[in-house]
Nanobody, 126 residues
Framework: QAQLVEAGGGLVQVGGSLRLSCAAS????????MEWYRQAPGKERELVAR???????NYADSIEGRFTISRDNAKNTVYLQMNSLKSEDSAVYYC????????????????????WGQGTQVSVSA
């Protein structure tokens, strides 16, 4: 079974930067879309950015131009570079994939859908 492990959260001042990473572990053959979501207290979880296997990206309007999503397919890792952070960016950030293909034996692969990481806290102070 594949797992996603996020890292890089923390406390930063307004205007500062953080870089999140999310590494997928397991005997991974391929990963489809890789995404970052966030959830602030009392709010619904929202999609922040998505990158597909070819490297095409989509961003939420609220972070357009400040955040950059990227991926390293060789490392099965997705990154979120966050610049010009605002207090409203404070949230738990979650990594998500819609499809991971896992090689479980020679000639045998399984599709794991809708996989979430454990989340990493980002706090932006004024």
């Amino acid at each position: 079974q594949a797992q996603l492990v996020e890292a890089g959260g923390g406390l930063v001042q307004v205007g500062g930067s953080l870089r999140l990473s999310c590494a997928a572990s397991g005997n991974i053959f391929s990963i489809n879309n890789m995404e970052w979501y966030r959830q602030a207290p009392g709010k619904e979880r929202e999609l922040v950015a998505r990158i597909n296997s070819a490297g095409s990206t989509n961003y939420a309007d609220s972070i357009e131009g400040r955040f950059t999503i990227s991926r390293d397919n060789a490392k099965n890792t997705v990154y979120l570079q966050m610049n010009s952070l605002k207090s409203e960016d404070s949230a738990v950030y979650y990594c998500h994939t819609d499809l991971i293909v896992v090689q479980i034996a020679k000639g045998l692969r399984v599709h794991e859908r809708d996989t979430w990481g454990q989340g990493t806290q980002v706090s932006v102070s004024a």
